[in-house]
């Protein structure tokens, strides 16, 4: 079966601009979760959805966005962007409820880069 | 905050050796997972183990889990170059509700 899907794959914005990335998880998953990652940071917790609920939100500010769709496909969005939001973001999908207690199958990734 | 930390950070070794690597965590968990990460790409999972398990072994891979150390081990045996990736821990947040990551360790296989 299909594997998790983000796209596009690279993307490069200005400061002040906002994105939109996309995410279709793997047929009949419904939970989808979203990481940042930054040499820096690592790999940091941005939110989880499921059934189109918010379950959870990481520590980051209101810039950064997210939905999901009654068919599972999530979005996140970054508004006013600044030049340390360049990451690579990972959407990760599982079949439970949480990806704590289950195998989580992640996306390549969309590599953002913010000049 | 990072909930699990590897150690050590990078790890260089030749093809055949056997690599491990570490991880602490802070609080109680339910289960430990690992994942692989080639560069720049999506993570693959590897392996969960369950709080109550003490050891599990996928192919070449080995994890053993000490709760009362909070800590966990991944061996790869018998290395080669396709391992070649950023290995990281995860569990859970103290709320359940979230996988978190830590920092991962790099190994580098030669041939």
């Known amino acids: 079966k299909a594997g998790v899907t983000q796209t596009p794959r690279y993307l490069i914005k200005t400061r002040g601009q906002q994105v939109t990335l996309s995410c279709s998880p793997i047929?009949?998953?419904?939970?989808v979760s979203w990481y940042q990652q930054t040499p820096g940071q690592g790999l940091q917790f941005l939110f989880e959805?499921?059934?189109?609920?918010?379950?959870n939100k990481g520590n980051f500010p209101g810039r950064f966005s997210g939905r999901q769709f009654s068919n599972s496909r999530s979005e996140m969005n970054v508004s006013t962007l600044e030049l340390g939001d360049s990451a690579l973001y990972l959407c990760?999908?599982?079949?439970?409820?949480?990806?704590?207690?289950?195998?989580?199958?992640f996306g390549q990734g969309t590599r953002l880069t913010v000049v | 905050s990072q909930q699990g930390e590897e150690d050590p950070q990078a790890l260089s070794i030749q093809e055949g050796e056997n690599a491990t690597m570490n991880c602490s965590y802070k609080?109680?968990?339910?289960?430990l997972q690992w994942y692989r990460q080639n560069s720049g790409r999506g993570l693959v999972h590897l392996i969960l183990?369950?709080?109550?398990?003490r050891e599990k072994h996928s192919g070449r891979l080995r994890v053993t889990l000490d709760t009362s150390k909070k800590s966990s081990s991944l061996l790869i045996t018998a290395s080669r170059a396709a391992d070649t990736a950023s290995y990281f821990c995860a569990t859970g947040n103290q709320a359940g509700t979230a996988l978190i990551f830590g920092k991962g360790t790099t190994l580098s296989v030669s041939s």
């Open positions: 047929s009949g998953h419904r939970s």
């Open positions: 990760a999908s599982s079949l439970q409820l949480s990806a704590v207690n289950t195998e989580a199958f």
């Open positions: 609080t109680s968990i339910n289960n």
């Open positions: 959805y499921f059934s189109e609920t918010q379950r």
């Open positions: 183990i369950r709080s109550n398990e």
